[in-house]
Structure formats: C-alpha cells, structure tokens
C-alpha cells in the first residue's frame, strides 16, 4: 500500500503516510485518512472472530498490542489471523514473531534524532529494522525529535481516554503545528464518532482508536461501520 523511503535518522525506512500541504517532507501524494485500532491489552473469547470481521469491513492497520497476554496466547491470536491479514497488522512487541507471521510492521520505542532519549511505545527497536516501523510521543516537542523514515507516529491524548477514566486530554495536542514533521502524526485518545469528524475538518490525515470500539464488544463492527461513514463523508 505504501512505498518505503531512504531513512535519514535511527530507524529504519518504512512507509509513510504523507499528508497534503502542511507536515511530511516527502514528495509523495497523501494517501487516504488512516484509521488505526488497537486491540485490548489482554484476550477475550472470540476475540479473533471479531478482528476478522472489522478487517473483513475494511480496517486498514490493526495494532496487536497485548501486554497482559502470555506469549502463549499472543501466539494463538496470529495464528488465527495470519497469514490472511498478515499485512494490515501492526504487531507491539517481538521482531521474532513478526517475521514468524509474516507481519511488516513493528510500532516500539525508536532513538530520537538528535541522539538524546527515546521515544514510547514499547520495546526498543533496533537502528536498520527490516521492519516498517511505528513509534508513540505524547508532546510536539518529542514528535519533532523523531527521526523520519517513520511509517507514522501516534500523539496522545488528543481528548479525554474513553479506556482510561481520568486520563484527560493533552493542552494543545489536537492544534497541528505547522511547518515539516518528520512523519505523519496518527491522533489517539478518547477519539470516537464525537470527535473523528473535527479532527478531519482540522486537517489530521489519521486517527487510531480504542476505547470507543471495546467498551462494548458486540457493538465494535457497527462503530466501526459509523466511523468509516464519518471518514467518507468528511472527505477524509
């Protein structure tokens, strides 16, 4: 889907998702508004039927994010949705597992640019990942110091957690800065059908959710399906 650029800092080249006018120093064309979801840091029972089904509507990057699951588990999850949807999966964690499952893309903790401290997101990820690589800040300040070469980067939290009550939002997160970032910046935290819609109007080319598809389970193809219809209809 994407096209992997020469890296200029300590992560390796992977796909960016460039934005039109205001963020990424790449000449390609922008693609389509992302939408990411990550999924509950522990399993539940048919949990895989679930995944498959939001990938089978469309969802173009899914993040498997487990820390409370044993290796065990994490391993029974992949192995039900790869090697089918191997190449939307975003996986946290184990670059072993990754290439087991044919997975293209790791999101972790990556060197800042300028040599000094890291970033969130996870385990550390190697300078010269064979993988595409995604990374997790919770300021513009950290955000300028990544490296480019990033697939995208999420900033959180853009508005109140809907998974995490009293998590409240960032002061000046959901304002984009202008000028070059170094990759497009991917909004997270209490986003939903509320607030998708402002975030496209203000000029965000991607949104990961969470806690507005999990707080209720049976209900996440239909959010989903309504997200989506807010992203066509924004023109996102």
């Known amino acids: 889907m994407t096209n992997?650029?020469?890296?200029?800092?300590?992560?390796?080249s992977g796909p960016v998702e460039g934005v039109e006018d205001w963020a990424v120093d790449t000449p390609e064309?922008?693609?389509?508004?992302?939408l990411a979801l990550l999924t509950l840091p522990h399993n539940f029972p048919d949990e895989a039927l679930l995944l498959e089904e939001l990938l089978e509507a469309g969802l173009p990057k899914l993040h498997i994010r487990k820390p409370d699951a044993s290796e065990m588990q994490l391993t029974a999850l992949l192995s039900l949705l790869c090697p089918r949807w191997s190449?939307?999966?975003?996986?946290?964690?184990?670059?072993?597992?990754?290439?087991?499952?044919?997975?293209p893309q790791l999101h972790g903790s990556v060197g800042y640019?300028?040599?000094?401290?890291?970033?969130?997101?996870?385990?550390?990820?190697?300078?010269?990942?064979a993988f595409a690589v995604s990374t997790s800040v919770h300021s513009w300040t950290e955000f300028g110091l990544l490296p480019s070469g990033l697939s995208y980067a999420f900033i959180s939290p853009l508005f109140d957690s809907i998974s995490k009550p009293g998590y409240a939002a960032g002061t000046g997160l959901l304002q984009l800065p202008s000028g070059l970032l170094p990759c497009t910046p991917v909004g997270l935290?209490?986003?939903?059908a509320d607030s998708l819609g402002e975030m496209i109007r203000m000029g965000w080319k991607g949104?990961?959710?969470?806690?507005?598809?999990w707080e209720e389970p049976k209900k996440a193809l239909n959010r989903f399906l309504q997200l989506k219809k807010i992203i066509d209809a924004e023109g996102g």
């Open 4 to 12: 992997k650029n020469e890296n200029r800092g300590t992560a390796k």
């Open 29 to 34: 064309e922008a693609p389509p508004f992302l």
């Open 87 to 103: 190449s939307r999966l975003v996986l946290h964690g184990s670059p072993q597992l990754a290439k087991r499952y044919h997975i």
């Open 113 to 129: 640019s300028n040599g000094q401290g890291r970033s969130g997101g996870g385990p550390f990820i190697e300078e010269r990942s």
């Open 189 to 192: 935290g209490g986003i939903g």
């Open 207 to 213: 949104a990961a959710v969470l806690g507005y598809i």
